[in-house]
């Protein structure tokens, strides 16, 4: 673990606070709301408040009572004034120089003395730099030193005034103390607002001060100073309390010089970053308050120090799953945001991670000051909101990234964006999502010299490819918070994995619990044994091959589980249940209904989003203590264990690779809970030596895959990089494809051709396509460019695949001439993605029976698509058909009725069921088509002829979106709240966005049944961030507007 003191910190003075009293002459500090850090042994603590005795209240006068009783104090203060105006001879500069406040509490203290903004007083800020500090070895005026020690006992309003007088009767003389007195009650309100103005000027304190030396003070001139003290008096008496929260101001203050001090030693080359690795301390308290961390482990520090991260190099660092890993990048992204003030693009594999990220991070962005946009699905605005104020942190899945960097690129923002951060980096090597993570970097690598790439992951082998690739330096360490112990079951023993050892086992145990006959047939693998060790007091993850061996495995176990077990948090286990069941509408999935009440679950793709959320709270929260997932679970949300079980060494019916074992057993084990975790791989006699191969190999290598994926890879990497101008002929274009990974790796992926071969037959398959087009120009040079055509644009600008855009234009083309509108199932049609029609299998007799209940303009669809009635007709009665039609026309045009059922019914359940569908397959279908609509939206806005389609799938792509009643839309656009929720929401009272941004949280666990207190702040603080953002997004549009142009006609 990192010392506790790893983290520089800045050390201030404390302040201190002393009442004044009416007999006492002692000097005294006037309380200040701006807090001063008080130095600790470990440099840790945060910053303390000084003790005021209200935070929205002050004594203005401190102990006196009255000033109309102190005859005293105005004799004083009259007499001082007669003195100080009979000495004709007193030297200008130490006029100049009167001290109206306590010397030992100011004019000797260097950079730290901040005093309070309010109406009655002003903020001041003293360096033994400024020009007006008196010159300790020349003599003091004995006048002067009685002015300073009647001055020392009055309060600071009427020090205030004092001074004030001070300067008005000192005519043309203007002294450095004044301007920057009157500059900060003129600006009080404005500092507290903006951090900027907490930053120390280095223009004004190495200003040399502008003193007068004709000026003379004249009080006589005007009326008694005693009289003008009584006036002041009564009117700072009179004067309304300025009604803002001192503590309020004071963590703003702080909060924003501490950024300002950021900002610039961040820039600096020393290594010596500010109190929290170059961020304001207020983020280590976020740390601490919202994730429950304390300190860093000491790899974090280590990675965070390292001289290519100050240098801003790229950088891709390595460790075993559950290491840590998140954390660091979450530091860097603040650096970013807060210090730089840059934006960052987070990228992560899936959905559901981003949403969770969103949910996680939104809280910061409320407390810090910046904005968090999801980036996932249906969701992000394309070019991005150019914000003047705030920056914005963009986390997106990989096919939004690269929409979105395409976008910043056209609109020349690229620069904008300081950090990119790529989650599960591997996702490189697999298939058409990593081509397009391929594409994304290597256009941010080739645009852009100031963008910062940071690249983790688990599983990485062939990491100095990936370092080529990036231009990256590389960190790893083998550290896991929680010791994992491998284990390999076969039959009824247990073997340790020993990479030592000649065949990479040793004898462990073997297992210790007494099967009966039917137990044994029932559970030939032991799952039981070794599940009952564990369970209930520990979790424990049984990874299986499939969808239904998940919901057999968990029906198994709690069969023979002992009743004991039904015990363990029985109210939260009945309480699940009824949340299931109105998630369903009043169904529930009888396994579920069966294995819960024994805290056992499965899960995998089959749930719906709202299931899948309530099972994994649940098992986070110990209600349930088994889960029997699938593989996604291990690339999906965190959800570790004290033990993880692998059924068997397959993912459906391929064999485990080594990075897929690895990511799932890298779930063992939580840090802070267990001491250890373990992983255990039952195998059978025959794929033995199988296991011995892969428990002792490396992980495998992360090759392009650009060539692979002909249409999504090299040929969709080639229109954009014409279509955005980044490359235009095919010099430019070898050029571009030279900062490829794919160039990194020519020599293994292609022999027969070279890369420029093969980008000459991609550039020459998009002109038979018609989606390029060459345009040789007319000088002397004749040289051949390459141009972008409308329908070329409009494919890589909707991100549409290229196998099918010649399709869906022809299809849209077909839509213009007889568009059915009376329903919305011709555009759901348009709308229902190409690449789901293969997994279909159509239900004739349900085909015919949903066909049959559409109205006859409904069915006219079927006609203009090409599937009409006498086809379906016979295909349900089982008889011939001669005429051939096209398969994925029919499976489109059912999925279509699958979801137009859907958007009446808004019931996943109940569609499922209408179509013998899974109902984890109908939420799949419904939220591809969210996608796919909002990317052909895209599609038509880049061609005129479409503009007809522009609102019609506007509309859809939102009733996809959140497919529900209209009036859960707003809800349902925070991060983390799906429908169950929603409706919770929405009966509980809070029926709109701001309804939520203002809600307190402690109320809504109270109202709403099955929300923890951590839930209940995350999802107003994702209501906080939302609101935020809509309306920064509207001033923005404000300013904009009332922007005067630069190039109005007769202006100079």
């Not at 599960?424 to 290597?442: C, D, F, P, Y």
């Not at 499922?912 to 569908?917: D, G």
Request: overall charge neutral.
């Amino acid at each position: 673990m990192a010392e506790p003191g790893l983290a520089v910190r800045r050390k201030s003075r404390p302040s201190s606070v002393r009442k004044r009293s009416r007999a006492s002459a002692q000097p005294s500090a006037v309380c200040s709301p701006v807090a001063r850090k008080r130095p600790s042994s470990g440099g840790e603590g945060p910053p303390t408040e000084t003790p005021c005795s209200n935070d929205s209240e002050e004594d203005m006068f401190g102990d006196y009572d009255s000033f109309c009783g102190n005859d005293s104090l105005l004799a004083q203060v009259d007499d001082m004034e007669h003195k100080y105006l009979q000495d004709k001879n007193m030297d200008i500069k130490a006029a100049e120089h009167i001290i109206l406040w306590n010397p030992q509490s100011g004019i000797h203290q260097k950079k730290q003395d901040h005093f309070s903004t309010s109406e009655s007083m002003v903020v001041l800020k003293t360096d033994k730099d400024d020009a007006f500090q008196m010159n300790e070895n020349e003599p003091v005026d004995s006048n002067q030193e009685s002015t300073e020690s009647i001055l020392d006992d009055l309060p600071s309003s009427q020090l205030l005034y004092f001074e004030k007088m001070d300067e008005l009767s000192s005519g043309s003389r203007i002294s450095l103390v004044s301007e920057r007195r009157n500059k900060c009650v003129n600006s009080s309100s404005d500092k507290i607002r903006s951090p900027s103005s907490f930053c120390p000027d280095a223009e004004h304190r190495n200003k040399p001060a502008d003193f007068s030396s004709d000026s003379k003070c004249d009080l006589l001139k005007t009326e008694s100073l005693k009289d003008h003290l009584k006036s002041a008096m009564t009117g700072n008496a009179k004067a309304q309390t300025l009604q803002v929260s001192k503590t309020k101001q004071l963590k703003e203050a702080v909060l924003s010089e501490e950024i300002c001090v950021a900002k610039k030693t961040i820039e600096s080359s020393s290594v010596d970053i500010g109190p929290f690795y170059g961020l304001p301390s207020k983020v280590k308290e976020l740390f601490r308050q919202f994730r429950g961390i304390e300190t860093l482990y000491e790899w974090q520090h280590d990675c965070l120090m390292l001289e290519s991260l100050q240098q801003r190099k790229n950088l891709i660092y390595s460790l075993p799953t559950s290491g840590g890993k998140t954390l660091v990048a979450e530091i860097i992204i603040l650096q970013e945001l807060l210090c730089r003030q840059k934006d960052v693009l987070m990228i992560l594999p899936y959905v559901a991670i981003v949403q969770e990220k969103v949910r996680g991070l939104s809280s910061f962005g409320i407390e810090l000051g910046f904005l968090v946009e999801e980036y996932a699905g249906s969701k992000g605005r394309f070019p991005p909101i150019k914000r003047r104020k705030k920056k914005s942190l963009y986390i997106a899945t990989i096919e939004k990234g690269h929409a979105l960097v395409n976008s910043l690129i056209e609109t020349e923002r690229i620069d904008d964006l300081g950090l990119v951060v790529v989650d599960e980096l591997h996702m490189l090597g697999e298939g058409s999502r990593g081509a397009t993570l391929e594409i994304t970097l290597a256009k941010i690598l080739y645009t852009s010299k100031n963008t910062q790439i940071i690249g983790m992951s688990a599983t990485l082998n062939n990491v100095g490819d990936l370092q080529k690739f990036l231009q990256a330096e590389y960190y790893t360490n083998n550290f896991r918070p929680v010791e994992l112990k491998e284990y390999v079951k076969i039959r009824d023993t247990i073997y340790a994995v020993d990479s030592k050892t000649e065949n990479g086992f040793t004898f462990s145990r073997l297992l210790n619990f007494k099967y009966s006959s039917n137990l044994e047939k029932a559970d030939p693998d032991h799952i039981i044994a070794l599940v009952t060790e564990v369970i209930p007091k520990y979790s424990c993850l049984i990874f299986c091959p499939t969808k239904k061996n998940c919901e057999n495995v968990a029906s198994m176990v709690c069969k023979y589980l002992k009743k004991d077990f039904r015990a363990h948090r029985e109210k939260e286990k009945q309480d699940l249940i009824k949340n299931l069941k109105n998630i369903g509408n009043g169904s529930v999935c009888p396994v579920l209904k069966q294995t819960i009440p024994f805290g056992i679950a499965y899960h995998h793709s089959g749930l719906t989003n709202d299931e899948r959320r309530s099972i994994e709270e649940a098992y986070s929260t110990g209600v349930l203590c088994l889960l029997a997932c699938t593989a996604t679970l291990a690339a999906g949300v965190n959800l570790p264990a004290r033990r993880v079980i692998l059924r068997a060494p397959y993912v459906a019916s391929d064999f485990l690779k080594k990075n897929q074992y690895k990511q799932m057993i890298g779930r063992a084990g939580r840090a802070g809970i267990d001491s250890a975790g373990e992983s255990i791989l039952i195998v059978q006699e025959k794929d033995k030596h199988l296991v011995q191969d892969l428990v002792n190999s490396p992980l495998e290598n992360c090759y392009s895959n650009l060539l692979l994926e002909l249409t999504k890879g090299m040929q969709s990497c080639l229109l954009s990089l014409v279509g955005l101008k980044i490359a235009v002929t095919h010099e430019e274009v070898n050029s571009f494809m030279c900062s490829t990974l794919l160039s990194v790796q020519q020599h293994l992926l292609f022999k027969e051709k070279s890369l420029s071969e093969i980008i000459k037959d991609g550039l020459e398959n998009l002109i038979e396509k018609g989606l390029l087009k060459r345009r040789i120009s007319e000088d002397h040079n004749s040289k051949c460019t390459l141009t972008i055509t409308p329908l070329g644009k409009a494919t890589y600008k909707g991100s549409i695949d290229l196998a099918y855009c010649n399709l869906l234009y022809r299809e849209l083309k077909k839509g213009l001439e007889g568009l059915i509108l009376e329903s919305n199932l011709h555009l759901l049609y348009l709308a229902t993605p190409y690449d789901m029609t293969s997994n279909c299998s159509p239900d004739w007799m349900i085909y015919l029976r949903q066909f049959n209940q559409l109205s006859a303009a409904e069915q006219k669809v079927a006609d203009i698509v090409g599937v009409p009635e006498s086809f379906i007709t016979k295909k349900a009665s089982g008889q011939a058909i001669r005429k051939n039609m096209d398969s994925a026309v029919v499976n489109r045009l059912y999925l279509s009725f699958v979801l137009y059922t859907l958007l009446k019914e808004t019931n996943i359940w109940s569609v499922s069921e209408k179509f013998n569908m899974s109902r984890g397959y109908v939420q799949n279908l419904l939220n591809s088509a969210a996608s796919f609509a909002s990317c052909v939206l895209h599609f038509c806005e880049e061609l005129e002829e479409f503009w007809v389609y522009k609102a019609l799938l506007t509309e859809l792509t939102k009733q996809l979106t959140y497919c529900v009643k209209t009036e859960l839309i707003p809800l349902m656009e925070v991060a983390g709240v799906l429908e169950a929720r929603a409706k919770q929401l929405y009966n509980a009272g809070y029926k709109t966005l701001a309804h939520l941004a203002n809600a307190n949280p402690e109320t809504l666990v109270k109202m709403i049944e099955h929300l923890s207190r951590r839930q209940a702040k995350q999802i107003v603080s994702s209501a906080k961030m939302l609101l935020s953002e809509k309306a920064e997004a509207l001033q923005e549009e404000v300013e904009e507007l009332l922007k005067v142009p630069t190039d109005i006609p007769g202006t100079y």
